[in-house]
């Protein structure tokens, strides 16, 4: 940091389990990339190549050796996944994932219909090579999966093999986890953590507004993702109490009792 500041919470350091920020890199240039390590480099753990952008990336192969230099995980959209096992090419996207030199994947079925039994089995034979983040949760509005059945996905997605389960909630913020509005479906995110320890889990979080109620329920060192590259810093802002949000959140009890409007 630039200058000491009392009463700040102590974050995770990198490279880290818990505390995570996740970006969703859209197509962004080499030197857009460039730019983005050196404002953001520090305070990002994970990139995400998003959807199925990877196919249209110019100098893809230069831009994840920028992100994995920088001490960054990398891997492609879980569509891209999806687009390979519907046209019965998982063993392409295997070899794809080697050739593009990641050691992270992501393995989802929030556009196509995959039992879950078969999903299972992707991620086991996935990490056996890869670090696997594997999503739960539908792309399409207005698709409920009941608590019960996430938390079901979820621990034995982990067990299959996953370092993360991610849930979703697509870049725009109002699916899966959120109403339409981009509200939380509080009942299900609490029915989740009574169930599947925290740390294990990375919730989308596009919006300003979900990454506040979710430092306020989980706390500062919460795994947050689809975080754009311009909100890495006011997200970060968010986690320490600088930012009127989270204001009072990491003060103590004395000071925001006498200074609270």
């Not at 990002?44 to 249209?56: A, M, N, Q």
């Not at 994995?68 to 390979?84: N, P, Q, R, W």
């Not at 959120?178 to 953590?193: D, E, F, Q, S």
């Not at 320890?197 to 979080?205: G, K, R, T, V, Y």
């Amino acid at each position: 940091m630039t200058f000491d500041l009392p009463f700040i919470p102590e974050r995770t350091e990198r490279p880290r389990n818990n505390g995570l920020t996740m970006v969703m890199d859209k197509g962004l240039s080499l030197q857009s990339a460039e730019n983005f390590l050196d404002a953001n480099g520090t305070l990002t753990d994970i990139v995400k190549l998003g959807f199925g952008t990877s196919y249209l990336t110019k100098d893809l192969k230069q831009k994840i050796k920028l992100y994995h230099d920088a001490g960054m995980k990398v891997y492609v959209g879980g569509t891209l996944f999806e687009a390979f096992v519907v046209r019965g090419m998982f063993d392409e996207y295997r070899k794809l994932m080697r050739d593009l030199n990641l050691e992270t994947c992501e393995v989802s079925d929030g556009s196509i219909h995959l039992p879950h039994e078969e999903k299972l089995n992707f991620i086991s034979q996935l990490a056996k090579d890869f670090r696997v983040l594997s999503e739960v949760g539908s792309k399409e509005e207005g698709i409920l999966i009941a608590p019960g059945k996430w938390v079901k996905m979820m621990d034995t997605e982990l067990r299959a093999g996953s370092w993360k389960v991610i849930a979703e909630a697509r870049e725009s913020g109002n699916v899966g986890i959120y109403r339409p509005n981009g509200t939380a479906h509080v009942v299900l995110v609490n029915k989740i953590l009574a169930k599947v320890n925290s740390e294990d889990i990375l919730w989308e979080a596009p919006q300003k507004a979900q990454q506040v109620w979710f430092i306020k329920l989980i706390g500062h060192n919460v795994n947050l993702g689809n975080i754009a590259p311009h909100d890495v810093i006011p997200l970060e802002t968010l986690r320490i109490g600088l930012r009127g949000d989270t204001f009072f959140e990491f003060l103590p009890q004395e000071i925001a009792a006498k200074m609270r409007p």
